[in-house]
């Protein structure tokens, strides 16, 4: 009797803490316009690796993302890299596949609990997971160890999604010790916020949209009061991975003036690849130290875009947009009957706006009537 009272219990508070998890999410920031974080992510596997990239960099940028889990399973490279990095006065974050409580334990007594007053106003918080609603999309589980079961609508499919993030003991520590979760992603932005990230990292590359893709994820920011930012990605899957120098310094100035709060360039090494850097050459780091150059000058201003319009999705609508027979939530479910009109009204809408669309969903727990002069529903008759 005894133990299915208690069965009961943990039933009743799981699902409890479901509810709490799906309609408050996280803190709201205080979002400032005066910051701006600008750097490179590193992805090697040693501290020296770091140094010799922060070396390269620390002239023309403000921010370093340490996005090696070589690096975060050893404490002594991961306090090395970031003292080096604070050091030369750059901010930084730092990646976490997972907080580990048993493998490496350190990673909560040693070093997360110690973070901010070791590093101060330099830490600006964890790199938690990668990608979660793009794998979602792409796989059916944003986590391989975490599987969806008897879900049958997207309502379901958003719970499950946003829930199944918050409550990862990983999560929950960041929250519990105030530090701010970051992640990338190409889909699903609106659920990411939903799920505690309080910034998320739009990504240029594959030759994806730039416009719909900023749209989707500044406004998810801009209606949930969170921060956003961009990450120049990989272009091509084979050498040389990234765009040339003149496009890097185009996709720079156009996430800027869209609005980004953070902007990163990737970097991964390649094998077999002699350059120490990374994917990174010569042609890139000048693109970086012109971006830098204007952005600091008063002759060559980069004005910001302001925001016109939003485009308004139906409600838990999980698509991810990068095609028009991407998926909904699981790679088995459609597009479906509404995603030909919605294709086509947000395409003509990113032609007519442009950088000045946002896309966002309607949810009655926010408001932005009065955050846009132009709204238009996914099921308006757009011209």
Same mark, same amino acid.
């Given at each position: 009797?005894?133990?299915?009272?208690?069965?009961?219990?943990?039933?009743?508070?799981?699902?409890?803490?479901?509810?709490?998890?799906?309609?408050?999410?996280?803190?709201?920031?205080?979002?400032?316009?005066?910051?701006?974080?600008?750097?490179?992510?590193?992805?090697?596997?040693?501290?020296?690796?770091?140094?010799?990239?922060?070396? @390269?960099?620390?002239?023309?940028?403000?921010?370093?993302?340490?996005?090696?889990?070589?690096?975060?399973?050893?404490?002594?490279?991961?306090?090395?890299?970031?003292?080096?990095?604070?050091?030369?006065?750059?901010?930084?974050?730092?990646?976490?596949?997972?907080?580990?409580?048993?493998?490496?334990?350190?990673?909560?007594?040693?070093? $997360?609990?110690?973070?901010?007053? @070791?590093?101060?106003?330099?830490?600006?918080?964890?790199?938690?997971?990668?990608?979660?609603?793009? =794998?979602?999309?792409?796989?059916?589980?944003?986590?391989?160890?975490?599987?969806?079961?008897?879900?049958?609508?997207?309502?379901?499919?958003?719970?499950?999604?946003?829930?199944?993030?918050?409550?990862?003991?990983?999560?929950?520590? $960041?929250?519990?010790?105030?530090?701010?979760?970051?992640?990338?992603?190409?889909?699903?932005?609106?659920?990411?916020?939903?799920?505690?990230?309080?910034?998320?990292?739009?990504?240029?590359?594959?030759?994806?949209?730039?416009?719909?893709?900023?749209?989707?994820? @500044?406004?998810?920011?801009?209606?949930? /009061?969170?921060?956003?930012?961009?990450?120049?990605?990989?272009?091509?899957?084979?050498?040389?991975?990234?765009?040339?120098?003149?496009?890097?310094?185009?996709?720079?100035?156009?996430?800027?003036?869209?609005?980004?709060?953070?902007?990163?360039?990737? /970097?991964?090494?390649?094998?077999?690849?002699?350059?120490?850097?990374?994917?990174?050459?010569?042609?890139?780091?000048?693109?970086?130290?012109?971006?830098?150059?204007?952005?600091?000058?008063?002759?060559?201003?980069?004005?910001?875009?302001?925001?016109?319009?939003?485009?308004?999705?139906?409600?838990?609508?999980?698509?991810?947009?990068? =095609?028009?027979?991407?998926?909904?939530?699981?790679?088995?479910?459609?597009?479906? /009957?509404?995603?030909?009109?919605?294709?086509?009204?947000?395409?003509?809408?990113?032609?007519?706006?442009? $950088?000045?669309?946002?896309?966002?969903?309607?949810?009655? =727990?926010?408001?932005?009537?009065?955050?846009?002069?132009?709204?238009?529903?996914?099921?308006?008759?757009?011209?």
């Amino acid at each position: 009797m005894k133990i299915k009272w208690l069965i009961l219990i943990i039933i009743l508070f799981t699902a409890t803490f479901s509810v709490i998890v799906y309609n408050h999410y996280s803190i709201e920031p205080e979002v400032s316009e005066e910051d701006f974080f600008f750097g490179v992510s590193f992805g090697g596997n040693t501290s020296n690796q770091a140094k010799l990239l922060i070396d @390269r960099v620390k002239g023309y940028s403000n921010f370093f993302l340490i996005n090696s889990w070589d690096v975060t399973i050893n404490e002594t490279a991961l306090n090395e890299v970031c003292d080096y990095a604070a050091k030369a006065d750059l901010d930084f974050m730092v990646f976490f596949d997972f907080i580990s409580h048993t493998g490496y334990p350190w990673h909560l007594t040693g070093w $997360l609990d110690t973070a901010k007053e @070791r590093w101060e106003k330099h830490f600006l918080g964890v790199y938690l997971y990668d990608e979660p609603g793009g =794998r979602q999309i792409a796989l059916g589980q944003w986590d391989e160890g975490i599987t969806p079961k008897n879900i049958s609508d997207y309502d379901e499919a958003a719970k499950f999604f946003v829930t199944s993030i918050f409550s990862t003991w990983s999560m929950r520590d $960041l929250k519990n010790r105030g530090i701010p979760a970051f992640t990338s992603d190409f889909a699903l932005y609106w659920f990411d916020y939903l799920a505690g990230y309080d910034t998320v990292f739009v990504e240029f590359g594959w030759n994806h949209s730039i416009p719909q893709q900023v749209g989707l994820g @500044r406004g998810a920011a801009n209606v949930q /009061n969170k921060e956003w930012g961009a990450i120049i990605t990989w272009t091509f899957q084979q050498p040389p991975y990234l765009e040339d120098g003149t496009q890097l310094l185009e996709d720079m100035k156009t996430a800027y003036q869209a609005g980004a709060k953070y902007l990163i360039v990737f /970097n991964y090494p390649t094998y077999p690849h002699d350059n120490p850097y990374g994917i990174l050459e010569d042609e890139h780091f000048d693109a970086m130290e012109t971006f830098w150059n204007m952005k600091q000058s008063p002759q060559t201003p980069l004005e910001k875009v302001e925001v016109e319009a939003a485009f308004v999705l139906p409600k838990d609508y999980g698509w991810g947009m990068l =095609r028009p027979d991407d998926n909904i939530w699981f790679p088995e479910w459609g597009p479906d /009957n509404k995603s030909a009109l919605i294709w086509e009204n947000m395409n003509t809408l990113i032609e007519k706006y442009g $950088l000045k669309l946002d896309i966002i969903y309607d949810d009655p =727990r926010f408001s932005f009537d009065e955050k846009y002069s132009n709204i238009y529903r996914w099921n308006d008759q757009i011209d």
